[in-house]
């Protein structure tokens, strides 16, 4: 359920507000993708959002998820960057040379170091890397797709499904640009030690030098990573951050008609989403944001953020940013201090930029007996109106 602030404390949101504006239309720039998300890394604001919910074949952008996987299995001591794997007839056949796709022409038969494949999968965009691995981690691709997609839902990833470790064309086989973000921002935040290799100009491997496939590397405007991808279906996607004045950002990008379009595209968006937006803080640390009402309890319920609430807003503002906290009604008591209780949604326009989860500032016991009675008699008559 959606609710105002109420009492002073809206009308001092409101206040605050009046003054700090956003988009008419909630979108100040055009781009040609058919699907963009762009956020920032530290605040969550969402500074672009066209179609971000659409499902879309990832391509090669399925990497990310594959290497996420091998990630966090190394983090937690299942596998060691010194590891080594077996190159299959599968997959020197379905992602090497062979198969004319893109490949790090893994030797068959060869054993290779697990360090190697990573960089060989994010470098070089290696379909035989990320085979070599599937198999040598779950037995087979199809048992590492489903590793895929269970690991995608335990780290945010809500709608996105894999098929295989690749990006090659499957049909179950889907992705969203939200969802896209949420990995790659996942990605840098967990593993900063693995990160680096997002980053790397070139890779070589069996005599043979490959560039990394990233076009914006090379544009010495502070993009470090992520991935492209192209199938005939989606067309020329991207994912990519950027590290710039402070200030980092994560973008993702589908439906582009070629290479320079993809690359030209992200160029204008992440330096926009660096140039365009100004950090505004809405509630300092500890600061008291709202109070709900509570079922059957004792007193309302103060909610608070932890630590403070900034977003970016557009340096050019029309209009006022809008702001209501959002929770399941009725809130029952008791109430434990500290409980996450609801959500404070901010509107830059019409587009939701961004959520905050809130906490109660306090325990919240049950009332008395004729509060209770009360506060029953209020909820039957919401359920009649």
């Given amino acids: 359920m959606i609710r105002p602030f109420s009492g002073r404390l809206f009308f001092a949101l409101v206040l605050l507000f009046t003054g700090m504006c956003g988009p008419g239309s909630a979108q100040l720039f055009e781009t040609r993708a058919?699907?963009?998300?762009?956020?920032?890394?530290?605040?969550?604001?969402?500074?672009?959002?066209?179609?971000?919910?659409?499902?879309?074949?990832?391509?090669?952008?399925?990497?990310?998820?594959?290497?996420?996987?091998?990630?966090?299995?190394?983090?937690s001591g299942r596998l060691t960057l010194e590891d080594t794997f077996q190159v299959s007839e599968n997959a020197w056949r379905t992602g090497g040379a062979i198969s004319r796709t893109s490949t790090m022409f893994a030797e068959l038969n060869s054993s290779i170091r697990l360090e190697d494949l990573i960089r060989g999968v994010i470098v070089q965009s290696a379909n035989d890397g990320c085979i070599i691995i599937a198999e040598g981690m779950a037995g087979s691709e199809d048992n590492f797709a489903r590793l895929m997609t269970e690991r995608a839902r335990e780290i945010g990833l809500t709608q996105s499904e894999f098929g295989n470790s690749t990006g090659l064309p499957h049909p179950e086989s889907k992705v969203s640009m939200k969802d896209l973000v949420t990995l790659a921002r996942y990605i840098h935040t967990t593993y900063p030690e693995f990160y680096r290799f997002y980053s790397e100009p070139?890779?070589?491997?069996?005599?043979?030098?490959?560039?990394?496939?990233?076009?914006?590397?090379?544009?010495?405007?502070?993009?470090?990573?992520?991935?492209?991808?192209?199938?005939?279906?989606?067309?020329?996607?991207?994912?990519?951050?950027?590290?710039?004045?402070?200030?980092?950002?994560?973008?993702?990008?589908?439906?582009?008609?070629?290479?320079?379009?993809?690359?030209?595209?992200?160029?204008?968006?992440?330096?926009?989403?660096?140039?365009?937006?100004?950090?505004?803080?809405?509630?300092?640390?500890?600061?008291?944001?709202?109070?709900?009402?509570?079922?059957?309890?004792?007193?309302?319920?103060?909610?608070?953020?932890?630590?403070?609430?900034?977003?970016?807003?557009?340096?050019?503002?029309?209009?006022?940013?809008?702001?209501?906290?959002?929770?399941?009604?009725?809130?029952?008591?008791?109430?434990?201090?500290?409980?996450?209780v609801g959500v404070l949604k901010v509107y830059i326009g019409d587009l939701l930029s961004q959520e905050t989860p809130l906490y109660t500032e306090s325990a919240v016991a049950k009332g008395p007996l004729h509060s209770q009675a009360l506060d029953a008699l209020i909820e039957l008559a919401q359920f009649w109106r």
Avoid: C, H
């Fill in 202 to 340: 070139e890779f070589t491997w069996n005599n043979i030098r490959q560039r990394n496939r990233n076009p914006l590397l090379n544009l010495d405007i502070g993009v470090d990573g992520m991935k492209t991808g192209f199938t005939e279906e989606s067309g020329y996607g991207i994912v990519a951050s950027i590290n710039r004045d402070g200030r980092r950002l994560f973008v993702a990008m589908s439906g582009l008609s070629s290479e320079r379009e993809r690359a030209e595209e992200a160029r204008k968006m992440l330096e926009w989403g660096v140039r365009a937006f100004e950090r505004k803080t809405l509630f300092a640390n500890d600061e008291i944001i709202g109070e709900l009402s509570v079922y059957g309890g004792e007193t309302s319920a103060v909610v608070k953020a932890r630590g403070a609430v900034d977003i970016f807003v557009p340096i050019t503002n029309p209009d006022r940013l809008t702001a209501r906290i959002s929770y399941r009604w009725p809130l029952r008591a008791p109430i434990k201090a500290g409980a996450e």
């Fill in 34 to 75: 058919a699907q963009a998300y762009m956020i920032d890394a530290d605040t969550g604001t969402v500074l672009f959002s066209k179609n971000e919910t659409d499902l879309v074949p990832p391509a090669s952008l399925a990497k990310l998820m594959t290497m996420e996987v091998v990630f966090n299995a190394i983090r």
